[in-house]
């Protein structure tokens, strides 16, 4: 399926409106500042059309980088009254304030596709090269900081870090979260910006809050807090996007001429490990799982098909994985919903319980295809592209209906339609 010329065009459009001079906001109002790993999407369609634009956004997004390594979620680089919660409540005190929290790795990655496809490969080495020791010292931190024993699992503390805020694997996790009594105060800004039935609910937002309380507490001391958080899974998106990201790491630690190859070929093996003991036989399925109490998490999100992109899994597995979508196929017209369409979980317009998001299909066609399926690949592929062509850019999609769901002139669906179309 060619992509519309002008739906080129829009894509590009959007993402020059919604570019504030080195950084691009997903979108105006809803979310006006930079996340992490929107930047590294937003990068990848920059990339398509001015590549200079392209180095710059994550150039921008390590501006936000701690003296520790941590690359927070969210770099507010200048005030913006539609947002909440906003630096104050963050209490960040650095310039430019932050959040404290990190999102899924990606930009290693889009660093290595960036570097393959650029046109202007002498630019594109010198940035590489000037990127490569702080994305070094973010692998690091999230292995000294949140797997101190090698357990090949990150430790992911919120929500917000998993990139799927209230995917429904969170349910029980959360809920063990007690809401803080001395909660101060506060105003969501989200639904006054979109229809509070494509939102989170109340409950879960005050416990969203009362995490960043937790962590103020521990003065945002890592360690500690992996022992007193309430709030402690294993995410399938964040490892298997650290566990990618660092087999192109340790690629461009090849190709840069940088030493570091067997410090991340051990954080590959620990990962490999940790990833493949979250496959469940029975469901034909990857889990996320809760580390307070080690249980498996059972409910399928579309983060379960991610070890193909990673590349932990077997073939044999591979084929299940399939299976498995091939049969949520059967209950939806466009792939992939963001939950099994078969539990009762499944909510098709609420943000992360049901809607299909055009970055995470972009994860798993590659999977898919670097496993050997690229018909399963292009029939992601093409519904995403589908969707886009009928209801726009928007920040996800009913997996029923098509219909355009969140935020509008998303820069990372629109980017995603730029990268796609090549
Ligand atoms: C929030 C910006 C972010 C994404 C997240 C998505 C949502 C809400 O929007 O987060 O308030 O941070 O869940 O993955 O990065 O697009």
């Known amino acids: 399926m060619p992509v519309q010329e002008s739906l080129t065009e829009e894509a590009r459009r959007i993402l020059r409106a919604n570019d504030r001079g080195g950084f691009t906001i997903p979108?105006?109002?809803?979310?006006?500042?930079?996340?992490?790993?929107?930047?590294?999407?937003?990068?990848?369609?920059?990339?398509?059309?001015?590549?200079?634009r392209a180095w710059q956004e994550l150039e921008t997004l390590f501006l936000g980088q701690w003296p520790n390594g941590m690359l927070p979620h969210i770099v507010f680089h200048r005030p913006e009254p539609t947002y909440f919660p906003g630096p104050e409540r963050w209490g960040v005190t650095r310039t430019p304030p932050t959040s404290a929290i990190t999102q899924p790795p990606v930009v290693a990655t889009f660093v290595r596709w960036m570097l393959e496809q650029a046109q202007n490969q002498a630019q594109a080495e010198a940035k590489a090269r000037s990127l490569y020791p702080k994305m070094l010292a973010y692998h690091r931190w999230f292995k000294r900081e949140r797997d101190p024993e090698n357990t090949g699992l990150i430790t992911v503390l919120h929500p917000w870090e998993t990139g799927a805020d209230n995917s429904p694997a969170w349910d029980e996790a959360l809920a063990r979260v007690e809401v803080d009594p001395a909660l101060p105060p506060y105003i969501r800004r989200d639904t006054a910006h979109v229809d509070p039935t494509q939102r989170p609910h109340q409950s879960e937002y005050d416990r969203f809050l009362t995490l960043l309380e937790v962590y103020k507490r521990a003065g945002f001391d890592q360690l500690r807090l992996l022992r007193e958080c309430p709030f402690r899974v294993a995410s399938l998106l964040i490892d298997c996007v650290l566990h990618r990201a660092n087999r192109d790491l340790l690629w461009l630690s090849r190709r840069l001429?940088?030493?570091?190859?067997?410090?991340?070929?051990?954080?590959?093996?620990?990962?490999?490990?940790?990833?493949?003991?979250?496959?469940?036989?029975?469901?034909?399925?990857?889990?996320n799982r809760d580390l307070r109490s080690g249980a498996a998490i059972r409910v399928g999100v579309s983060a379960s098909f991610l070890p193909l992109y990673a590349g932990t899994s077997s073939p044999q597995r591979a084929l299940r994985l399939l299976r498995t979508l091939e049969g949520w196929a059967r209950q939806v017209r466009y792939l992939v919903p963001s939950t099994d369409p078969y539990s009762p979980r499944f909510e098709p317009q609420r943000y992360w319980r049901g809607p299909v998001w055009a970055v995470v299909n972009y994860l798993i066609a590659l999977g898919f295809a670097d496993y050997g399926y690229p018909e399963m690949?292009?029939?992601?592929?093409?519904?995403?592209?589908?969707?886009?062509?009928?209801t726009g850019f928007s920040e996800y999609f009913h997996p029923l209906t098509g219909q355009g769901l969140g935020g509008g002139t998303f820069s990372w669906t629109a980017a995603i339609y730029l990268a796609w179309g090549q």
Do not use: H
């Open 27 to 52: 979108t105006a109002g809803l979310y006006p500042f930079q996340w992490l790993w929107d930047a590294g999407f937003t990068a990848l369609g920059w990339m398509q059309f001015d590549e200079g």
């Open 257 to 287: 001429g940088f030493a570091d190859e067997a410090e991340i070929e051990g954080w590959l093996e620990a990962s490999q490990r940790g990833i493949e003991s979250l496959w469940d036989e029975e469901a034909g399925l990857y889990f």
């Open 377 to 390: 690949a292009l029939r992601i592929r093409q519904d995403t592209l589908k969707l886009c062509e009928m």
